[in-house]
């Protein structure tokens, strides 16, 4: 299950970007952008996600998952075609391999969604 060393190398990636903050914010929602052709499970990544936070900084954190089609550019058609996993990767039309992917591998953090935390210590 490789969604659970994702998810150690997101939650570090956070961890850094979040330490590095001059007051760390509270974190409500990372958003993600995981393509299709990554074979990532969206809902195996989520499993991780609430397992690995439980107790931490991202404890309660949501993690929001938007899903990114395969789409490949067949350069002898001009087309842009959506390919099936697993089953067709050459353009439907003329059957050239499929060489141009448009979109489809991304696995990447697409934006945080947090408040900054103003607990200040009472006198």
């Not at 659970?4 to 903050?21: G, R, S, V």
């Not at 309660?60 to 067709?88: R, S, T």
Request: charge should be negative.
């Amino acid at each position: 299950m490789h969604e659970t060393d994702m998810t150690k190398a997101l939650i570090l990636t956070i961890k850094d970007w979040w330490e590095a903050q001059p007051t760390p914010p509270n974190i409500e929602k990372i958003h993600l952008l995981v393509g299709e052709f990554t074979c990532v499970e969206p809902r195996s990544l989520q499993f991780a996600f609430e397992t690995q936070t439980q107790n931490t900084f991202l404890s309660g954190v949501e993690l929001v998952i938007k899903d990114i089609p395969l789409i490949a550019f067949c350069h002898p058609c001009q087309q842009q075609y959506w390919p099936k996993i697993g089953e067709q990767y050459a353009c439907p039309h003329c059957h050239s391999p499929m060489e141009d992917i448009r979109s489809g591998r991304e696995l990447k953090i697409d934006r945080i969604e947090y408040s900054e935390n103003n607990s200040l210590a009472s006198s």
